[in-house]
């Protein structure tokens, strides 16, 4: 059995990321990637979503300068975003908040991306073991907790320390938590992927060129129903956009009054399918325009040109960093499919935990990432809390008044006076809800629940 300081499961943005850090500060770092085919790629690679945009200051908490991403991983650069409810809308040109990168955000390539962090982590030093899955993995307490990895080919590793990347599915951080739960208790209590995952949907359609706007994000809120549904468009590059939606697993269409979405229809008898509230997006916001006009692509790496993946949308957990492990990115719940916002925590998380286990010091990793992405979370699990139950009339509401907050007060107060009774009311209820949120409460499973 091959020893290693550092064993890493998945080869995402998370584990990536922990692999560099760890080669770059001495460690033997392998990252143990299942590997996922893809036409734009010649060997297996992580699972990489084609999904992927980046607003100005996530790029500074992922720790990268402006022009450090390369140019041929950006698509596009942005310059805002439209927000469009049933029947108001609030277009933003600014994220307002602090940041060195010079632009609203960006779409990139997210397989390129990946490949780029691929690239600094192996001339750092760090390894790739990609075509097998790890199927097992078993901590042993004694010399201070080491873990032996059992992949789909029966190879087995012996790691000082563990980071699991496993990205929202979770495929073994359960199971590896679970040694460390109280009896009768299940870390799948708080991070069951079938549960708290949200569905993604998306295709890459070619645009007619004078609908098509390269710089500018959309989201329609208000239009499907389940919280934090909505669908978007990101434009890519060449008039192709990605065009896709995310709702919450398990929706019962009996729990809704079809009158109430735009996107459902009196003779839906159930929650209708990804490509079918497509369809029935482009012929609301388009109704001149067929389906046709807007063709799939199907060039783009995935087959078919379109794709279907889980995102984590839930709290984070902390990680049982005295049996040697950190939990990373998606794996550990820190990511949303409130703002689709992930990639900054999995790489500004996996960067943490893979130098403090190069450095033995992972005991330190529950307070490092807290203080690195405390805001963050704070402001996402507030927001995501608030608009728990939202209907459409209440993203109306939010729009005007945001509207009027956002675009003439700069999130001022000057901003929510303008905006009178509703805006103080938004105002309040935002305060209230992130107060629930101070002080690290969006942590779901602390540290000292372990039995450890
Ligand atoms: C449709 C969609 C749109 C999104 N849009 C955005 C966006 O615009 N901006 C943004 O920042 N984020 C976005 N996200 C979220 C972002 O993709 C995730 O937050 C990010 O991928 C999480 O990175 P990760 O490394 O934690 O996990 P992943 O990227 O999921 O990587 C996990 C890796 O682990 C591997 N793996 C899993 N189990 C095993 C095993 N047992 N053995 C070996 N390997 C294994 C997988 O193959 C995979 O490569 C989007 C996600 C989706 C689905």
Redesign the pocket.
Known sequence: MERIDVAI?????????AAWTAAQHGADAVV?????PRADRENL??????????LDY?VDLMGFTPDEIPDDVILTRLTGADFIGPSADISIDNTGIDSAYPHFGC?FH?ARF?DWLRGRAEEAGGRYEIG????DIETNPENGYSHTLT??SGDQFEATSLVL????????TIDTLDQFTPAGQSIADVLDPSVVNHI???EHRKVPEELYDPHRLKFWWGVMPGHTAYPWV?PNDQSVARI?L?MPIGLDIDDYNHRDWSLLRADDDKIPRGNVYIERLLEQEYPEYDIDDFPLVEDRGKRDGT?T????STRPIESPTQANIAV?????G??S?F????????VR??KIAGKLAAQGRLEEYNERWQAALDTEMVRNVTMADLVRGYGPADWDRAFKTTDTMVNRGEYSLFGVLKSGLSGLKLFREYQQTRRQFTDSDYVQFEESAYSL
């Open positions: 499961v998945g080869g995402g943005p998370a584990g990536t990321s143990f990637e299942k590997g996922v690679g992580p699972d990489s979503t084609d999904a992927a945009g980046l996530w779409a997210r990946d097998d899955s790890v199927t992949l789909s990347a496993d990205g929202p599915q979770r495929t073994v993604a949907y998306q990101f896709g995310t794709e993946y889980a995102i984590s990373v990115g998606g794996a550990m820190g990511t499919a703002h689709e916002g992930g990639d900054h925590v999995a998380t996996g």
